[in-house]
């Protein structure tokens, strides 16, 4: 996908090679610079994204791109900026994905310079990429210091230049039942109710006259969520009816409405009760979270790779789960490569039987003895090993369809993912 135009690619590259220019009534202008590879060396941040040793060099003087890289940049004869225009590593021509990696890479604290001017730059960046409808948002915390991944935004949000919140965003979702949500019991919803009491502070807003006056962080929440919709809870009849108690609308109302005052009370409080909700959420096995002032998925991984009996395939699992969620870009092709291989191995799991029994043995089990789900997980089964034969998963094979979008790895690595991730619960 490549939504992200050349222009604004061209303003975030310009930032990182001549700064900007930074204005004041009491000083001089002063020109402000950040360097994109932060505390690290150019070389050594390459090589966190890319694989240089199997690069193709320029230069033919050496022998791949991290022999001829490190040779220009030591004795300084690569302009500063040369790698955004640099065809190898895509960030000009590239999809957005590409981008939108290298720069959560940038500003990753094991990377990031952080006495420099890395928080100014995240913030034009993200003016400029929020034109084209996308954003980088705090997702994580390392050592206590943000971690950023990037996001698109909604049409309605850039139309609106307002905050949607959760239910309204994924109204068309939810309303097709698209949406894998959560039921959240009594328990739990009081438990909410109790930290937003717990951070809940007094706010001091200004009207339209210019008069001060004094408003609850809850209040301010509630205030919102009249501003996206008239707020309604169930009654005792289970009706759902209008409403303008705020914790009877958290009590007794759909998940997605849950969410959408946990999102907007978090816009009023601070860092401390993202971690608590979160730490809450987590604790209860929820797979959202509350990031960049956002609910949304934690994402999947294939969990607890210890039960899997056999090595070998045990092996290739942790290797695949460990290189999609790698920082390194190249890395989620290598993902799928291994996931492949990991159902390629699953297939052989009764050794006592040869391949084909072993999968017969392997979809009985799934499938519960039930014709319907054997057929499916059958079909489902000879689909992938179609798609291993046909496309390019492995890369060092050359006589194959190419996977021509970036994008495509995600849609293979989860595919695949899924039929492992069910077939591991039925192994003897």
């Known amino acids: 996908m490549r939504n992200i135009t050349e222009i604004t690619r061209l303003d975030i590259f310009d930032l990182f090679q001549h700064g900007y ?51 220009h940049t030591f004795n300084s004869d690569y302009e500063l900026g040369w790698v955004f225009r640099d065809d190898r590593f895509e960030l000009l021509k590239g999809e957005d994905n590409i981008l939108l990696d290298f720069l959560c890479a940038v500003f990753h604290p094991e990377n990031r ?70 039921s959240i019991p009594k328990k739990i919803r009081s438990e909410i109710i109790n930290l937003l009491n717990r951070y809940d502070e007094n706010l001091y807003e200004t009207d339209e006259t210019g008069l001060n006056y004094s408003i609850s962080g809850k209040q301010a929440t509630f205030r919102d969520i009249n501003e996206n919709y008239i707020p309604h809870a169930f009654d005792e009849s289970g009706i759902y009816s209008v409403t303008e108690d705020f914790d009877h609308f958290i009590m007794c109302n759909y998940p ?86 990991a159902l390629e191995r699953l297939k052989t799991y009764y050794t006592n039987l040869d391949k084909k029994k072993s999968v017969e043995k392997i979809v009985d089990d799934m499938s519960n003895q039930n014709d319907k789900y054997k057929k499916l997980f059958d079909e489902e089964f000879a689909q992938l090993t179609k798609i291993g034969n046909e496309f390019r998963i492995r890369h060092h094979e050359t006589n194959k369809i190419d996977i021509i979008d970036n994008n495509y790895y995600s849609y293979f690595y989860h595919r695949c993912f899924a039929l492992l991730e069910l077939a591991l619960k039925y192994l003897n």
Request: aromatic fraction near 14%.
């Open 21 to 71: 220019v930074e204005e004041s009534v009491w000083f001089d202008s002063r020109n402000i610079n950040y360097y994109y590879f932060g505390r690290l060396s150019e070389i050594e941040f390459l090589k966190k994204l890319y694989r240089l040793d199997e690069m193709t060099n320029n230069d033919r003087r050496y022998r791949n791109a991290e022999e001829e890289i490190q040779a």
């Open 113 to 182: 310079y952080e006495k420099g001017y890395w928080k100014e730059y995240l913030r034009k960046i993200n003016e400029l990429l929020r034109a084209d409808g996308y954003e980088l948002y705090e997702s994580d915390k390392m050592s206590k210091r943000s971690v950023f991944s990037w996001r698109r935004i909604t049409q309605e949000e850039l139309a609106s230049g307002k905050f949607i919140p959760f239910s309204v965003r994924n109204k068309k979702a939810i309303e097709a039942k698209n949406l894998n949500l959560p």
């Open 256 to 341: 997605s409405s849950v969410f959408d005052a946990i999102e907007l009370f978090s816009r009023y409080s601070n860092e401390e009760f993202v971690d608590e909700i979160n730490l809450l959420l987590k604790r209860n096995n929820f797979t959202y979270k509350l990031a960049g002032g956002k609910i949304e998925s934690s994402g999947i991984s294939l969990r607890n790779t210890a039960a899997i009996a056999e090595l070998g395939l045990k092996e290739l699992v942790e290797q695949a789960s460990n290189l999609y969620n790698s920082k390194i870009i190249s890395d989620k092709q290598f993902a799928v490569e291994k996931i492949w291989d």
